[in-house]
Every structure is written in structure tokens, then in C-alpha cells.
């Protein structure tokens, strides 16, 4: 009878019997897998596997709200990227494109805009003897690091609302989590997208399209994640989106406060 010989896997110490190991997955080492030919297929594969994974993600993000949540938490998460992940590289693209907007933080030429915040940065000026200018320019610098710091704590908030506002389902708060990273990915991607709109005084109707659209967004996703009827989901998706915004304003109010509390 002859005695088997196991490999121990280098990266969990598990036995494997077999090509791969069963404990992490970690592929046993062989003399072919440093040749040119499998090189380049392993790059080939990885890039594709990647772009596909990216692609698919980011498609059903943006044209199946909800359903990316639900296949997440049925455990179909192989074709696509993991929520944390879109939400980096959500998160990513909008701070390098929309760093000096107005959404997660107060610009320096309107946090300083009336009578009170002129006072304070005259004050400041004088106190700190440095020009207005650089204290603004200071100013904008903090509020920009620090809501791209921070901006990580609204997704639990996020998902309080939709846990209070889907109580009754019994989920675990962590399926809300991965709903409310799909959504605030989304929003960031959204505001990226109003970039491509040529508008001479895009304030108001940037505002407009940021509310109906994420409305839209929010009713399909909850009727798809939290199920219910049409009129639960109109009611969820109105509640969940005053409360999203209410909590980006308190968010963005902070932020620009504390930027100016240390700024010195």
C-alpha cells in the first residue's frame, strides 16, 4: 500500500491534494508556469478577466439599480467586482475630477461668500498675518484632503437609512451596507457623468438632475433589493433620498468647518 505524498500550501499551510488548494485557492507551482507562452497568457488573461470584471460591474451599476446588491448577497460575485472596490475607484475618479466642487465640501469663494465669513478670514488674516488669498487657497486644499478623507463614513449612515427604513425585512445591517456602497458609488459616477453636460448656468439644474435622477435610481434599486410593492418603493425612495442628501449637506457643512478650525 503505497503512502500518498501531500504538497503544504505556501500560503496557508493547508494540505492540497490536487492542483490547487482547497483551503485558499492557491495554485501548486510548476517548471511550466515560468515559460514565455504561459507568461503571456496569465498577463493576456489578467487584463481582460479585469477589464470584463470593471465593464460588467459598472454596466450593471448604472442600467440594473439594485441587481448588482441583490447577485452580491445570493453570492454570484465571481463576474463582477467586490462593492468596496467600485466604490475606490468611484471615489478615485470623482476627487480627481471634481475635487474643486461644491458637493462634499464648501468652495473657499462660498464659505467665505457673506458678511460672517468675510469677518473670519479678515480676523484670520490679521491674526495669523498671512493674505486672504493664501488662506483661502489653504482653506480649499484641507476641505478637499479631508472630504476625500472622510467621505468613507457616509456609507454606514447611508445604510441606517435604508436599515430604518427597511426594518421590518429583518436584513442583516451588512446587506444594507453593500446597498448603500452600490448607491453612493452610483452618486459619485452620477456627478461625474453631469461633467458632459455643456450648461451656461448649470447650479440649478445640476440640482435638478441630481435629485430626479438619483430618485429614479433609488426607486427601481429598492424595488429590486427590499422587493415590496411600487407605492413602498416610491415612499422608500423619497424618504432615502431627503435623508442621503440631508446627510451630504450636514457632511459637507462639517468638513468645511473643521478644514477652517485647522486651518492654522
Not at 487584463?47 to 454596466?59: A, G, I, Q, R
Not at 458637493?103 to 480676523?123: H, N, W
Not at 435610481?217 to 407605492?231: N, P, Q, S, V
Request: one cysteine or more; glycine letters at 4%; aromatic letters at 16%.
Amino acid at each position: 500500500m503505497s503512502i500518498k505524498n501531500y504538497i503544504i500550501c505556501k500560503n496557508c499551510n493547508h494540505q492540497i491534494d490536487g492542483k490547487y488548494c482547497s483551503n485558499c485557492g492557491e495554485k501548486i507551482v510548476e517548471d511550466k508556469d515560468f515559460s514565455v507562452k504561459s507568461l503571456i497568457s496569465q498577463a493576456v488573461n489578467g487584463v481582460f478577466n479585469v477589464d470584463s470584471k470593471v465593464l460588467k460591474s459598472f454596466y450593471y451599476l448604472f442600467f440594473k439599480p439594485g441587481k448588482l446588491s441583490v447577485l452580491y448577497v445570493q453570492g454570484l460575485r465571481k463576474p463582477f467586482m467586490k462593492p468596496f472596490q467600485i466604490f475606490i475607484i468611484a471615489n478615485i475618479l470623482f476627487f480627481i475630477l471634481l475635487s474643486k466642487a461644491d458637493i462634499l465640501r464648501i468652495p473657499s469663494e462660498i464659505y467665505f461668500a457673506d458678511v460672517l465669513g468675510q469677518q473670519k478670514i479678515q480676523t484670520l488674516s490679521e491674526v495669523q498675518g498671512a493674505s486672504v488669498l493664501e488662506i483661502k487657497q489653504l482653506y480649499d486644499t484641507k476641505s478637499i484632503n479631508y472630504s476625500k478623507s472622510f467621505v468613507l463614513i457616509l456609507i454606514p449612515l447611508y445604510a441606517l437609512v435604508f436599515w430604518l427604513l427597511n426594518f421590518k425585512k429583518r436584513y442583516q445591517f451588512g446587506k444594507h451596507l453593500i446597498f448603500a456602497t452600490h448607491f453612493f458609488s452610483f452618486f459619485l459616477m452620477f456627478c461625474i457623468f453631469l461633467l458632459l453636460i455643456p450648461m451656461s448656468k448649470p447650479t440649478r439644474l445640476i440640482q435638478i438632475l441630481i435629485f430626479s435622477i438619483n430618485f429614479l435610481y433609488l426607486l427601481f434599486a429598492i424595488k429590486t433589493f427590499y422587493k415590496g410593492t411600487w407605492l413602498l418603493a416610491i415612499l422608500k425612495g423619497m424618504a432615502a433620498l431627503v435623508l442621503s442628501i440631508a446627510l451630504a449637506v450636514a457632511y459637507r457643512g462639517l468638513i468645511s468647518n473643521l478644514a477652517f478650525k485647522l486651518l492654522y
